[in-house]
């Protein structure tokens, strides 16, 4: 079974955890044009790279930021939400 | 059953990336309808050998625009002559589809693409309890008694057919016409020049070409970064599996959006069983234990007797998805270089139709009308195509 490493709870398995969508930054809603805006709302990198991520630890209530390869799966890091906020990881 | 032709030439007409279905169908249709047919149909492994070989089968159009509806129809209206067009017999078989309804909303999904399916003229109704159990009396109407059966969509044309023969098919008539297909043959690079494409690098060679035409489903970023673009395309695996053979037992196509689950029995009596997409983004066709546990379980909650059953095998195949679960075809800011693609978990049905317009589409160098909801502008309209209702899990 996937194992995925929460800051807060340690290795649990996959089946406990949300995913929820690519960190990204959200451009000037004032300046940006309509089709700046249309790409942040739809488009996507799709291609396989290292990635930040939204986490979500379902039995504890618990959001995190995690850095996988979505080539491999491969987890290679994580942020509590106190990492976040002191490391600027958003 | 056709030439594996040895070099690859310098230039051609028309390059399709991918022979899948969907760019062996428009190779095909490209050749026979419109007389261009200096084609090279690129294949990085071998024929049907992405989600064209992996996808379960189903084929219906019973969607819940319009515009797909048309769409769809259309494609059941070639497939019905696709055995003799390509002189192959794909073992198309119409079953009659169910899509279940355990709550009231689901019922009125199926409503709406009920009158939708009506007005356009496709074969679709809703159908109470007492019908269903009727049809499938071996079917458990409370689902386990956690999710009763409290009416469906049926669609009778509902259908399913030999996947891997549909690639074939299509491979041989369009060889025949004199398309060249390379298999073993992987892009490397687009050549992009003054916003027009302009040829295509290979494992193989150089090719130099003003019309390129993407069909590589789970690949689309890869390729369309290879072309300087973005997408709204997003990868995820779409995983499915399939039961030992069993003697027949269930004629029809059932699908249960809130159990996620669909089946079907091939005609060597194995279950062909799907559910829906993994939920984080992955570009690895990897197979899991959590999907065979999850969708075993709803299955025993529809059939109980199959509690003994074993499963053969699990696959998994890369959707290729957009955000209004409708596919992007057509014309793309680069000129001359057209996309094929968005088809997520949905795309195997669309194969004869997809090849047609995206042929319609190159060989007049406009987007075909029946694919003009599904352009790669839409998005900087804001006007999607929300075709989610009977698209998601619903196969």
Known sequence: MKLIPCPLNGLRPADEFVYGGEVRGMPDPAAADDKRWSEYVFHRSGIPSVKREWWYHLPSGYWFVLERDTATDQVLRTWSAQQIAEAGVL | MFRAPERLDSHYDVVIIGAGGHGLATAYYLARDH?????????????????TGRNTTIIRSNYLTPEGVRFYDRSLALWRGLNDDLGLNLFYSTRGHYTLAHNDATLRTARWRAEVNKHLGVDSRVVGPEEIARALPMMDMSCGGHAPIVGALYHAPGAVARHDAVAWGYARAADRLGVEVHQQTEVLG??????????????????????VISAVAGYTPRILNMAGLTSPIYVHPLQAMVSEPLKPWLDPIIVSGSLHVYVSQTARGELVMGASLDPRELHTPRSTREFVTGLAGHMLDMFPFLAGVKINRQWAGLADMTPDFAPIMGRTPVEGFFLDAGWGT??????????????????????????????????????????????????
């Open chain 2, 190 to 211: 687009l050549q992009v020049e003054g916003g027009r494409i302009r040829g295509v690098s290979t494992t193989r060679g150089n090719i130099a070409t003003d019309c």
């Open chain 2, 35 to 51: 007389g261009i047919r200096n084609i090279a149909v690129l294949e990085k492994g071998y024929i049907g050998s992405g989600n």
């Open chain 2, 346 to 395: 949905w795309g195997f049905k669309a194969t004869p139709v997809a090849g047609e317009t995206m042929a319609a589409t190159v060989a007049r160098g406009r987007n075909h009308p029946l694919i003009t909801s599904f352009d790669w502008e839409r998005f900087a309209r804001f006007e999607l195509t929300g075709e989610k209702g009977a698209a998601a899990v619903g196969h």
